[in-house]
């Protein structure tokens, strides 16, 4: 059934290819392009998205499994063709560090801007679990609302993968001066993040976890806890110090990035990938098939390439 939809979603694409007249695609190398996959739906869907389009055009694809932060070196020493989620306060700086030593190119943004920050399912609001909240300062009076089996009596933040972020809410939590009322876990996928919004609801509890927008959850409902401003040079890990790092998390890029011989081995690929840029609502679609619909990531990826055939002639034509 998988390559049934598959077959159907290629097939969508190339007919629309050929139906653009007086358009000529340029040669591409039949070499496969790589595309990495990392740990959270979006990127992982949006990946078989992309995969889709280049097949369409006559393209080979290959997936490998890739880090977050070192995605990018694979890029310039060209084991890995794209990256198609840079999002700029978790990878910026990877992604910078790279284009510095050569071998990536800025391949442009999606539409859709991005942030990252923690923060609760907007229920806990509305039944004010913990008043005063959003404000970051109600947290001080609410930890109880928030301690679980495995949080020592503190309240408990629930971040994603340590190698998303490293220290950085960590290090906020103690900026705060809230270390002594919260503790940080870190999650091993992004999926557990979604276990445990689920489970909270079900258990009428209140919970504190990492997220980020374009995501599923901007329709299910969640707000983001207000810090303090961010302001470049505030973290530690950008030379701030203790007393600056209590700071928040910007409204930032979501750029997409190109080995640098991608224009000259697939340029008709490369391109569809500088022309594609996709919207909040895009992107969250994609990751609801899979958080909240239960989909494989090849079939939602299938699925959503499908019903938006008008969205992908856009960088095709």
Known sequence: MKKLINKVAVAALTMTLATVSGQAIAKDSSKPIVIPVHNWASQVVMAHVIGLMFEGMGNNVEFVPADSQGVYESIRNGDVTISHEVWQSSFGASFYNAMDKGGIMDAGDHEALAIEEIGVPTWVIDQNLCPGLPSWEALANCQDVFATTDSGGKGRILEGPSSWHGDVFPNRIKGLGLDDKYMV????????????????????????????????????????????????GCRISEGGTMETTGCGSMLGWLKKAAHYQMPKRWPAAYKAFS???????????????????????????????????????KFTQ
Do not use: C
């Open 185 to 232: 876990k870190f999650a091993g996928t992004g999926d557990a993040l979604w276990a445990e919004l689920a489970a909270a609801k079900l258990e009428g509890r209140g919970t504190i976890i990492f997220n980020w927008s374009p995501n599923w959850t901007d329709a299910e409902g969640f707000t983001f806890l207000e810090f303090p401003p961010y302001y470049e």
């Open 275 to 313: 022309k594609l840029s996709f919207t909040t609502t895009d992107i969250g679609q994609m990751a609801a098939l899979v958080s909240v619909d239960g989909m494989t990531y090849e079939d939602a990826a299938a699925k959503w390439f499908a019903e938006h055939q008008d969205v992908i002639a």
